[in-house]
């Protein structure tokens, strides 16, 4: 749960060994490359990504086939570049044949109505043309009024529900204006002929697949030798970061310094100079965090969104517990944690083949545990309460249809997980100015609390406008970093203050945006007592068939109802985390650290 320190690492060898140095630390795989200088204008260089963007759409398209071949791993008829581009063109000829396809299945539909016709040519209608109308019911007889004032032959051809299908003999197009419905534009090519051209592009789109998957044979290979192309690639990125002068070569990066005895063991195999020194107030390292597996799935949904900076702290253990805590209180039902629980039980094998999936389903046990135990705590089992006589009815402690009491709960949760965020900031800030204005808002936040929850008191009262005005001086008078040097800056300094209280609004709106975990919780609980409601009345209605329509009801209701809580508890509880949270206890965005590491496995 900490920032891994950094050292800025530069690197002095021979030119005529660069090569060697770069694949010997792209080897070692611990350093964070940074351009030697900034090159600019014309000088600056550039290598393209393009092919191995390319070999991981390939790599990507092969392994979406409906069924994969044996899997060569022979090198001898392998040609990667041939191969990514026979991949790719099989991407566009499907993506073609398909669009083809629904394009001529549209046409047919709607063709159809009108019958399996064949269009003469203009010569054989004495100078007419046939002209198509799709008229709905509502429109038939104004449409037969306006034909008879056009005078103009016409013939019905088909009814359906919706249309009548009619069909004008005209030499020119009837004036749209006279018709209370447009034209239908059919074409020239009969049903017939669509139903060739169909067939025809089915056995197109055959064909496609079939080579599609002749080229899945070929899946293991590339993969193993686009990790040799990527590894590669970042050399020769790495070479434009490099400097040559006078016959030697010089590169910088950022290097954990637990890592540094590595390093000097790898300088002194290859004869190599280098220098580690402490990053500077102006430098701007990468961020490397570090955290024990376990809560390595709050690093992933922190970096989701950010990265925090060098010098800020790691959210990720803060935001792994209280995105389970949101992902409880807007699921908010027992039944539904458990039904999660199942799921995740039967995923949890095919999620332990990556580290993404490993952390993930730590993260989804732990906030399935909090669901579960808030269900509980709720009293709701699928929309439904425990028996007063149920050992289940005497663990409820929360009654989801008192709003006043919830809404209590979630702002009392938002205003706790704020007073975390700036009481973080203050222990880890220096000087006056910067505890005092996090200092000040936890004052005015504890402040708001007391005299809400304690508005019948008039000691609460009391305590409560007094740690309220307290803060808000603290933050006016105290905030701001301006030295006073001289009378004016006094002014200077309330100037400041004055504008740093402007965020007494955000704070207002940051905790009163907890209130949708309140929101939230009780939409779900509700629809899931609704949905029961619906199925119980058609039971008791004696319909036939009332029981197989009652659970048709429960599971189709409750499925969406629990999709629904999934999306709300994943998007709401990051959001309260990403917005409210960071926005309080991280001062920036950083840079995430990337090594210089090779992919492939060494042999």
């Known amino acids: 749960m900490t920032i891994v320190p950094l050292r ?94 629904l394009a001529l299945e549209a046409r047919l539909r709607l063709l159809e109505p009108w019958g399996d016709f064949v269009l003469p040519a203009l010569q054989e209608l004495g ?58 534009r059919l074409g020239s090519e009969s049903p017939a002929t669509v139903r060739r051209e169909l067939d025809l592009a089915r056995s197109a789109l055959e064909e496609v697949e079939a080579e599609h998957e002749a080229l899945s044979r070929w899946i293991f290979l590339l993969s193993r030798n686009l990790a040799r192309a990527e590894d590669a690639q970042a050399r020769a990125e790495a070479q434009t970061m490099t400097r040559d002068d006078h016959g030697l070569v010089q590169l910088q990066g950022w290097i954990p310094a637990r890592d540094l005895p590595r390093l000097e063991a790898f300088a002194a195999v290859r004869g190599l100079a280098w220098l580690a020194e402490i990053p500077d107030p102006g430098d701007a390292p990468p961020t490397l965090l570090e955290n024990p597996p376990v809560l390595s799935g709050g690093q992933d949904l922190v970096t989701f969104y950010e990265t925090p900076a060098y010098r800020d702290w790691d959210p990720s253990a803060l935001v792994f517990f209280s995105f389970a805590v949101f992902f409880a209180m807007i699921l908010a039902d027992a039944g539904y944690a458990l039904v999660l629980g199942v799921v995740v039980g039967l995923l949890w094998k095919g999620m332990g083949r990556t580290p993404g999936g490993r952390h993930f389903r730590v993260q989804a046990v732990t906030g399935l545990a909090f669901a579960l135990i808030y269900g509980v705590l709720a009293g ?77 008191s008039p000691g609460a009262r009391h305590l409560g406008l ?45 905790v009163m945006s907890y209130l949708r975990l309140f929101a939230l919780g009780l939409a779900s609980a509700s629809l899931a007592v609704t949905f029961n409601q619906l199925a119980s009345q058609v039971v008791e209605s004696g319909v036939v068939l009332a029981v197989p329509i009652a659970l048709l009801i429960l599971i189709l209701g409750h499925g969406i109802n629990l999709l629904l809580a999934v999306i709300s508890g994943f998007v709401h509880g990051l959001r309260l985390n990403f917005i409210e949270f960071f926005n309080w206890g991280l001062s920036g965005e950083g840079i995430p650290f990337k090594p210089f590491l090779k992919k492939e496995p060494v042999s």
């Open 466 to 510: 007094g740690l309220a005005v307290g803060g808000l001086l603290t933050v006016l008078l105290l905030s701001s970093e301006r030295r006073i040097a001289r009378p004016a800056d006094l002014l200077l300094r309330l100037v400041d203050g004055l504008g740093a209280l402007t965020d007494i609004s955000k704070l207002f709106g940051d």
């Open 127 to 184: 100078g007419q043309r046939l002209w198509f109308y799709r008229v709905p019911h509502a429109r038939a007889k104004a449409f037969q009024q306006a034909l008879a004032r056009l005078d103009t032959p016409w013939q019905q051809l088909y009814e359906s529900p919706r249309h009548i299908y009619v069909v004008l003999i005209a030499p020119e197009e009837p004036d749209p204006a006279a018709l209370p419905v447009a034209r239908s």
């Open 8 to 101: 800025r690492l530069t690197v002095v060898g021979l030119s005529a060994d660069k090569q060697d140095l770069l694949d010997g630390l792209q080897q070692l795989g611990c350093l964070h490359l940074i351009p030697f200088e900034e090159p600019s204008g014309d000088d600056q260089p550039f290598v393209s990504r393009r092919p191995i963007e390319d070999a991981r759409k390939a790599l990507r398209y092969l392994g979406d086939v409906r069924r994969r071949r044996h899997q060569t791993r022979v090198d001898a008829a392998f040609d990667f570049d041939r191969l990514i581009a026979a991949a790719l063109a099989n991407r566009r000829a499907k993506r073609q044949a398909q669009d083809r396809l």
């Open 380 to 456: 709701s089992y699928f929309g439904v309460e425990p028996a007063a006589a149920s050992p289940l009815a005497a663990l409820k402690l929360l009654d989801l249809n008192d709003f006043d009491a919830m809404m209590k709960l979630a702002l009392v949760v938002g205003g706790l997980h704020l007073l975390l965020a700036n009481g973080i900031v203050a222990v880890r800030a220096t000087g006056v100015a910067g505890r005092a204005r996090p200092l000040g808002w936890m004052a005015v936040i504890l402040g708001g609390f007391v005299l809400y929850l304690g508005a019948a």
